[in-house]
């Protein structure tokens, strides 16, 4: 395979969809994760014929299938060059003294363990070859803390300061550690928020022009685009109608 390597995690929709397409169009060879077989079987025709797709279904929560999945990819898989970790969620906006242990877990579980299960399994082949590129999904929650975004801004705090851990630690083998700070994204996060509450999700787009997932692919494409002595470190994208975590010019 002549093309450069992508690997996205959470591609069945949202962000890590349009990357996935974006990269493709660069002329990445496409590696696709997610738990929605049918989605990630339904990407591949989207994809264009001059890309090779390999699709993986795993949790992102299961440490040994992780491992095992990643650390079995067939040979010509192996020279993962951009590594997207974007598979997370919310779940639940609830103060913290009526959160959900399972919203919680689910959310560390996530956000946090399972990006660096995936790290974990891809960043050795990185080191070796002293190449590569990685992009943390991270959000304005790990910037600023909101009501009711306790836990989840605690993972997305957790992203940050694990993505600048990378970028120190695996600054003697050249690889670009990237961070991606997101505003408000009208993808399927609210509707995951609220618990497939079609209202509510809708709602909190409402008023206001919200970023699309493209909007977070295209920095992506300028990130992987840069020359060797380049890179983005880290980047907070907003709404213009937003101007911090809690504050957004709606007009209702
Ligand atoms: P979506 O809900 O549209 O996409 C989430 C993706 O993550 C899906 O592909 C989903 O795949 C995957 N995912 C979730 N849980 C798991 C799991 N346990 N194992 C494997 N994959 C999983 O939301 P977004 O595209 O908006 O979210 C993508 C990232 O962007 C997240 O990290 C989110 O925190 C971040 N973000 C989003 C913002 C927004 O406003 N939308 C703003 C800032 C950051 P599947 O369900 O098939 O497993
Ligand atoms: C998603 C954006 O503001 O809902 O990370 O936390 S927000």
């Given at each position: 395979m002549e093309n450069k390597i992508a690997l996205v995690t959470g591609a069945t929709s949202g962000i890590g969809k349009a990357?996935?397409?974006?990269?493709?169009?660069?002329?990445?060879?496409?590696?696709?994760?997610?738990?929605?077989?049918?989605?990630?079987?339904?990407?591949?025709?989207?994809?264009?014929?001059?890309?090779?797709?390999?699709?993986l279904v795993f949790?992102?929560?299961?440490?040994?299938?992780?491992?095992?999945?990643?650390?079995?990819?067939?040979?010509?898989?192996?020279?993962?060059?951009?590594?997207?970790?974007?598979a997370g969620n919310a779940h639940g906006l609830?103060?913290?003294?009526?959160?959900?242990?399972?919203?919680?877990?689910?959310?560390?579980?996530?956000?946090?363990?399972?990006?660096?299960?995936?790290?974990?399994?891809?960043?050795?082949?990185?080191?070796?070859?002293?190449?590569?590129?990685?992009?943390?999904?991270?959000s304005i929650a790990g910037k600023e803390v909101y009501p009711n975004?306790?836990?989840?801004?605690?993972?997305?705090?957790?992203?940050?300061?694990i993505t600048n851990g990378m970028r120190i630690d695996l600054n003697p083998f050249g690889l670009k550690v990237i961070a991606i700070h997101p505003g408000l994204v009208e993808t399927e996060f609210s509707l995951v928020r609220f618990k497939g509450d079609e209202k509510r999700s809708e709602s909190v787009y409402q008023g206001f022009e919200p970023l699309l997932a493209q909007d977070i692919a295209d920095i992506v494409e300028f990130a992987v685009t840069r020359p060797p002595h380049v890179v983005i470190a880290d980047v907070v994208v907003l709404p213009t109608a937003q101007a911090s975590a809690t504050i957004v010019n709606k007009e209702l």
């Open positions: 990357c996935a397409l974006t990269l493709a169009k660069l002329g990445y060879n496409i590696i696709a994760t997610g738990r929605r077989a049918d989605r990630l079987k339904e990407l591949a025709a989207e994809l264009p014929n001059e890309v090779e797709y390999l699709p949790d992102v929560r299961d440490r040994e299938k992780v491992l095992d999945i990643l650390g079995a990819l067939p040979e010509e898989w192996k020279a993962i060059d951009v590594l997207i970790n974007n609830d103060p913290i003294q009526n959160g959900s242990l399972d919203d919680w877990d689910a959310m560390m579980d996530i956000n946090v363990k399972g990006l660096l299960y995936v790290s974990k399994a891809i960043i050795p082949g990185m080191t070796k070859r002293k190449s590569g590129i990685i992009i943390n999904i991270g975004g306790n836990v989840y801004c605690g993972s997305k705090h957790a992203v940050d300061a």
